[in-house]
């Protein structure tokens, strides 16, 4: 018996699929997309299976994980109805259904979730001062541990880890559950010599497959997935430049934490010479020039859509942290005291992209790598062209 389910249908559209309805299952998509299997490609059936509301089927498709949304579809399809944006769409909602708790989750993927985001930290911030480290700005040479030692931010970052491992786990949990399952045969194909459906959920091989697919996510997806697109080849750079502009950021303050602890360093005021500083430095342009191609980018063409609040939320505060992060090293080489607003602002800002990497679409890097995972140990693979 099928299920169809009006109110997914309805979130679809509200997430951003808003054209869904357009879609006259012409298959055009299907023949563009270069990152599509032959056999039962996508975004076809996906399109089909969100018009209808198979909300199940569509909660153990991997395939939506397998498209970087590069616009392709999008941009021939004679109806404007943006596959592209739909299975977008599609994710957001898969992500919203599994996170946990799922509640928090569907408050955040809206756009009046918007004083949730920034309201939660704000509190905390307000509960630190009042309570814990009462306010008050320093005097002398800039040092951001006189402000706020960095033991505190240390502790709320464990904190904050602990929450976020658990609230990942969960819903990554849930995913390989529904992609591994028996009801995942929604494809009807012939999965490759030498592998079995059945046993996929826990086979020894999946070591080696993840394994590749971090390969491939480290060098972000190279000739064989953005690279393949040609509508949107900005994507590859953006998406590049944020990647590895983050991952070099994160390196630069786990070597802080070198600096404070392996050589006792109380005061960790840098000047803008040390290697660390400029790896930072680095890192921070790289995520502001990558999150503002990105932004501009999606103003150039209308055919293909401006992307959903689910995506603009995330950019936006992505540019923000890489903004008020090189702001606040700007302000204490000036010596100017703006720096330590500029710090608050940086902390909050890093708060909510972290804290709700499991709800935003950070959890992509998650559920799209479990995902490679599963098609490469099914054989679901596209070889590219180029």
């Known amino acids: 018996m099928v299920e169809v389910d009006a109110d997914f249908v309805r979130d679809i559209i509200r997430l951003g699929g808003k054209t869904l309805k ?4 012409c298959a055009t998509c299907s023949v563009v997309c270069p990152l599509s299997p032959d056999e039962n490609p996508f975004p076809r059936k996906e399109m089909i299976w969100a018009q209808w509301g198979l909300k199940d089927k569509l909660l153990k498709d991997a395939d939506i994980w397998l498209c ?9 399809c004679p109806r404007g109805a943006k596959p592209g944006e739909v299975l977008a769409a ?8 599994l996170a946990f708790p799922s509640f928090f989750a569907k408050a955040l993927s809206r756009p009046y979730g918007i004083v949730l985001w920034f309201a939660i930290p704000i509190f905390f ?14 005097e002398g040479e800039i040092v951001f541990d006189r402000f706020i030692p960095h033991t505190h931010v240390e502790i709320a970052g464990y904190i904050m880890g602990a929450w976020i491992f658990i609230a990942s786990a969960i819903g990554i949990w849930r995913f390989w559950n529904n992609i591994s399952s028996e009801g995942v045969r929604v494809y009807e194909y012939e999965i490759r010599e030498g ?3 059945r046993v996929v959920k826990y086979s020894p091989r999946l070591i080696e497959c993840l394994f590749w697919a971090i390969i491939n996510i480290l060098g972000h997806y190279g000739s064989a997935k953005f690279k393949e697109c040609g509508k949107a080849k900005y994507r590859y750079y953006a998406h590049f430049l944020m990647f590895w502009g983050f991952l070099i950021v994160g390196v630069a303050a786990a070597i802080d934490l ?12 840098l000047p803008p010479t040390d290697p660390v500083i400029i790896l930072g430095t680095i890192g921070g342009g790289m995520l502001i020039l990558g999150t503002a191609i990105a932004i501009v980018m999606r103003f150039a063409d209308e055919r293909i859509g401006y992307g959903t609040y689910f995506d603009w939320i995330f950019l936006a505060t992505l540019f923000a942290v890489g903004v008020s992060g090189l702001a606040t090293e700007l302000l204490r080489y000036a010596g100017n005291v703006g720096a330590y607003y500029a710090y608050v602002i940086h902390l909050i800002l890093v708060f909510t992209l972290l804290a709700y990497a499991p709800y935003s679409k950070f959890a992509h890097l998650l559920y799209r ?3 490679y995972v599963w098609a490469k140990s099914v054989g679901r693979e596209v070889t590219p062209t180029s």
């Open 22 to 25: 357009r879609c006259y299952q």
């Open 68 to 76: 970087h949304q590069c616009q392709d579809c999008s941009d021939y």
């Open 90 to 97: 599609i994710r957001a909602k898969v992500i919203e259904e």
């Open 125 to 138: 911030v307000w509960l630190y001062f009042t309570f814990v480290n009462p306010f008050k700005i320093p």
């Open 195 to 197: 592998a079995d459906w």
């Open 258 to 269: 070198v600096y404070i602890y392996g050589f006792g360093m109380e005061e960790l005021a």
């Open 369 to 371: 790598t479990l995902a």
